[in-house]
């Protein structure tokens, strides 16, 4: 049976005259075996007979049996609405799209689990955060919808994580932007059928698809890939802005413009068309007066007939510049009176149906000034209805708006509530289609209030990163006749926004500066904009800048004094700022910051927020040296994210990173490594850097080095499929270097740790060379090279303001240990008084168990300054490196194969004979009656062995705690017995 649109199509083909030029070439490239011209761009003004052209070259396509589809700017939002289009047409022509057809039911499937998986959860949740991500994921995710609830600052991160609690991550990204994947698989099912047979592709009213430009360019420049090649027919008012983005898309596109008919063409269509609505021939007086009216234009043309042949109009004075204007002079004044509600009605909207008509005019029976409304040359049929051709109704609404203002208003307002009443049972893209309409016409009766809908709907898409939806919303918007300069400016804000959002940094910024440097924008806009301005200068990379820093933290601290109210989205300035002082390495400013975003994400009730920043703040103070602060919020995280649920991404974040590892837990910071790596692996990330780098410093100092290795070969493999800046590798670098010490590798981990102070300094990355210098100390020290270490430890400790605390007490106890081996004892007590201030207060034990064996190794220097002896002070050194860990209570005691800047206590003593091996025994003995004390209780210890608890048992538990490569390991008393 043939479709309405054929059947259309076939009564425009009974008058549709001239242009016979372009449908030659039409006709013969359609037949013609190759492409000389696989695309053809048709521009013209409005009403000039594009969209008719484009369906004569359908109903020749159906003639010839060559498979045609159509989508038109005006019906079509965004990529998935031209793909589905386009599918439906070809599919009617036999054409089928397997693989792109599983995935949109796929696709379906997904947001139907995810609306399930929503109404099933909201159920379990009575209040809090988790249960706004529910409520936004079922109203935001099917499309835009009513949006309701408000996120706060981590809303993207938080409604993905809930999804990944049930689906996977192609999934997750086939449902946040389904316009990737299925214009790959619509593009490879074409290619396929284009092999065998000419396809034709065709998008109308292509002005009406600003946001879609680059992926109607990405579609076009693919379609010419393959060896056959469909022929792409694009129709709009001006050429498609492609020169910069594909410099040679003209060579092969045939571009006509179609220009206004000629009188003679003119007198022909006339006569055609009145043939058709009466028969026989038309006044030549009337048809004269026609041409002089329409001046070229055939939408004018055919509509002045119809005028004249069912309503008797004979006037057709041209009075205005505009000659739509004018038709709509003479169409308000020849048609019926009443008429006028349903057409004013029709030109309020942008398509309508019975319903649509009854609501916006009020009127109880509309049957049959619908029927007259569709029989009008300027009519055309959408997908959802009918509409007036578009610069009919621009000029209408216009009119209306200027003679009446009130009654426009009044009549967009009914628009509205009608589709917000639609709103309210719909789903799925009717809804996001229905809250288009909706936001149109708030728009058209306040701009203002209308602009404050479209910025609170933007945003919500932006803070979930739904960029397909956000795009698709753009889209809309473009085409609105926005009258405020503030609109306008909104909406630019916006087209940045997807910038942004798809890694097109510099153009993004340049608009956040040219908004937010405007005194005369609205303070909100600014501030936003200088917002997003601070976030992508808040990046290392540009902090390290000359003059990055004070940038940066200008724009942002602008973007704070601009409002004063609460704003989700502001809270990221707090973040931003953090970040830019944690570049820079001051910590009480970056902790500062970090506490604000905390207590502000706290304030509104944003748990995922809350529970972000408190793994942030875990990972700060761990860089500090603060390690009791860092398990505090870490628990803090981890318990929040019992109450959040199954948040994967979140669970990462803080299961993650090195704060176990710093306090000697090595077992435990592995255990959450491979927890980060497989989770992280799971959600289909590609940076892995962090869980790799972490893998091989942990498995290194857990003495297997080749495993470590071969996580650092692949943190490299994968800096490098990233193409990152060498600023970045320099962490797995200084990890893998820092491993290769241990390992005793020392000419390589030199020269990797030239490297690494080379880039820092060139950079001027500071927060780094603390713990570069010091491990270059270490390196220098264990090789005896006891001047140079010193030199490298002095340094470290230049970069104290950086508050590196655990490595400035390093540094200290280093130069403690440096200053014994180079006889110069009289600088130690200052250095000793400074290390054991610092490594008492932070509970550094690995630290402490040095000082005690240097304190014991400089006894007969110093004397009994403490009431100690020797033997105490080693037996305090093997306390604190029990506390820290059983490798560094080996190392302490025994030594290490491939070398450690300590002087162990065994060698040492065997070294002083007779009074030595007496100090061994006297050790072992109180190792099998003592227990974990050291005199002074510390009752909130990080050390996970009990104080108090026989030293045996404490020994134990440290040695099942870290069973490193599996190898049998030698106890306290096995060790000292074994060189009695």
Not at 80 to 98: E, N, R
Request: proline residues 3%.
């Amino acid at each position: 049976m043939p479709s309405q649109a054929f059947n259309h199509d076939k009564e425009l083909a009974e008058f549709f005259t001239d242009v016979e030029h372009l449908r030659d070439w039409f006709n013969n490239a359609v037949a013609a075996p190759e492409l000389a011209r696989r695309i053809l761009v048709i521009h013209g003004v409005g009403g000039v007979g594009k969209s008719s052209l484009l369906r004569m070259f359908r109903l020749h396509c159906k003639s010839v049996n060559v498979p045609v589809a159509l989508a038109s700017g005006d019906d079509s939002k965004s990529a998935l609405d031209v793909l589905t289009h386009w599918t439906d047409d070809l599919k009617a022509d036999g054409i089928a799209f397997p693989a792109f057809g599983k995935t949109f039911e796929h696709y379906r499937a997904i947001q139907a689990k995810v609306e399930n998986e929503s109404a099933k959860t909201a159920e379990k949740l009575a209040k809090g955060a988790t249960k706004t991500i529910i409520e936004t994921a079922a109203s935001t995710i099917p499309g835009v919808g009513p949006l309701i609830g408000k996120l706060g600052g981590m809303g993207a991160e938080a409604l993905v994580d809930w999804m990944r609690g049930f689906l996977t991550k192609p999934d997750i990204d086939l449902l946040l932007d389904p316009a990737k994947k299925l214009t790959d698989d619509f593009l490879d099912d074409l290619g396929k059928i284009a092999e065998k047979k000419r396809i034709v592709l065709m998008l109308d009213t292509f002005e009406q698809m600003t946001a879609l430009d680059d992926w109607a360019r990405d579609v076009a420049q693919r379609l010419g890939q393959g060896q056959a090649q469909p022929l792409l027919v694009i129709a709009g008012r001006a050429l498609p802005n492609w020169n910069r983005a594909w410099s040679g898309w003209m060579a092969t596109a045939q571009v006509e413009e179609l220009k206004p008919m000629t009188e003679d063409v003119m007198r022909e269509l006339i006569q055609r068309y009145y043939a058709t609505m009466r028969g026989g021939e038309p006044n030549p007086t009337q048809v004269d007066a026609i041409i002089r009216f329409a001046r070229g234009l055939p939408m004018v043309v055919t509509s002045a007939v119809q005028l004249w042949v069912k309503y008797g109009v004979e006037d057709f004075q041209s009075v205005k510049a505009e000659i739509v204007a004018n038709l709509v002079d003479r169409l308000m004044e020849g048609v019926p009176k009443e008429l006028i509600p349903a057409l004013e009605a029709a030109a309020i909207v942008r398509w309508f149906d019975q319903p649509i008509l009854r609501a916006v005019t009020g009127l109880a029976d509309v049957r049959d000034v619908y029927n007259e409304l569709r029989r009008f040359p300027f009519v055309r049929t959408r997908v959802e209805g009918l509409a007036l051709h578009d610069a009919v109704r621009e000029i209408m609404d216009e009119n209306l708006r200027a003679q009446d203002s009130e009654r426009h208003c009044e009549l967009h307002e009914r628009a509205a509530a009608y589709f917000e009443k639609r709103l309210e049972k719909a789903t799925g893209e009717e809804a996001e289609r229905l809250g288009l309409e909706r936001l149109y016409h708030r728009v058209r009766a306040d701009e203002e209030a209308g602009i404050k809908l479209f910025q609170e709907m933007a945003e919500e898409l932006t803070r979930y990163r739904l960029v397909n939806r956000l795009r698709a919303l753009l889209n809309d918007v473009n085409t609105y006749p926005l009258e405020r300069e503030n609109s306008r400016l909104w909406r630019e804000y916006y087209d940045a926004r997807v910038a942004h959002l798809e890694f097109r940094w510099e153009e993004a910024q340049q608009i956040y500066q040219e908004i937010g440097a405007n005194d005369y924008n609205e303070k909100k806009l600014r501030s936003y904009a200088l917002c997003d301005l601070g976030e992508l200068w808040s990046q290392r990379k540009f902090v390290v800048e000359p003059g990055g820093a004070k940038q940066a933290i200008q724009t942002i601290e602008k973007s704070l004094s601009l409002t004063t109210a609460f704003d989700s989205k502001l809270v990221l300035n707090y973040f931003n700022l953090g970040s830019v002082y944690q570049t820079l390495g001051e910590h009480d400013e970056c902790k500062r910051y970090f506490e604000l975003a905390l207590d502000a994400f706290r304030q509104s009730g944003d748990e995922y927020g809350t529970a972000f920043m408190w793994g942030h703040l875990a990972e700060r103070h761990r860089v500090w040296g603060n390690w009791r602060e860092g398990r505090t919020c870490r628990t803090n995280g981890l318990e929040m994210l019992t109450k959040l649920g199954n948040r994967p991404s979140l669970r990462s974040h803080l299961v993650g990173g090195l704060l176990p590892f710093s306090m000697g837990h090595y077992a435990e910071s592995e255990r959450g490594a491979l927890e980060k790596l497989t989770i992280e692996q799971n959600l289909g990330y590609l940076d892995l850097l962090g869980p790799l780098r972490d893998l091989g410093l942990i498995l290194g100092f857990e003495d297997r080095y080749q495993e470590a290795q071969g996580y650092f070969a692949k943190c490299l493999d994968n800096a490098k499929s990233l193409k990152l800046d060498r600023l970045e590798d320099t962490t797995a670098l200084r990890f893998e270097a820092t491993m290769l010490i241990r390992k005793g590798d020392f000419f390589v981990a030199e020269s990797y740790l030239a490297r690494i102070l080379e880039i820092l300094e060139q950079t001027k990355y500071t927060l780094s060379l603390p713990e570069v210098l010091f491990w270059w100390g270490i390196l220098c020290e264990t090789r005896k090279q006891f001047d140079k270490s010193s030199d490298y430890f002095k340094r470290s400790l230049d970069y104290k303001w950086t508050n590196r605390r655990y490595f400035e007490c390093a540094a200290l106890t280093g130069l403690v240990r440096v200053k014994h081996a180079q006889g110069e004892h009289h600088a130690i007590p200052p250095l000793l008084a400074e290390a054991e201030q610092l490594a008492q207060q932070y509970e550094y034990n690995d630290h402490l168990a040095s000082l005690r064996v240097t304190q014991a190794q400089t006894f007969q220097v110093f004397g009994n300054l403490e009431g100690l002896t020797a033997l105490d002070y080693f037996k305090q050194a093997m306390i604190y490196a029990l506390r820290y860990n059983r490798f560094l209570l080996d190392e302490v005691l025994s030594g290490r194969p491939q070398g450690t800047p300590l002087r162990p206590i065994i060698p040492y003593c065997l070294e002083r004979g007779e009074e030595g091996r007496k100090m061994l025994i006297a050790l072992r003995d109180w190792w099998k009656t003592g227990v974990n004390d050291i005199g002074t209780p510390r009752p909130d210890t990080i050390s996970p062995i009990q104080e108090g608890i026989a030293l045996l048992e404490a020994e134990r538990i440290a040695r099942e705690r870290e069973p490193g490569d599996g190898s049998l390991q030698k106890s306290v008393v096995e060790q000292i017995e074994a060189v009695l």
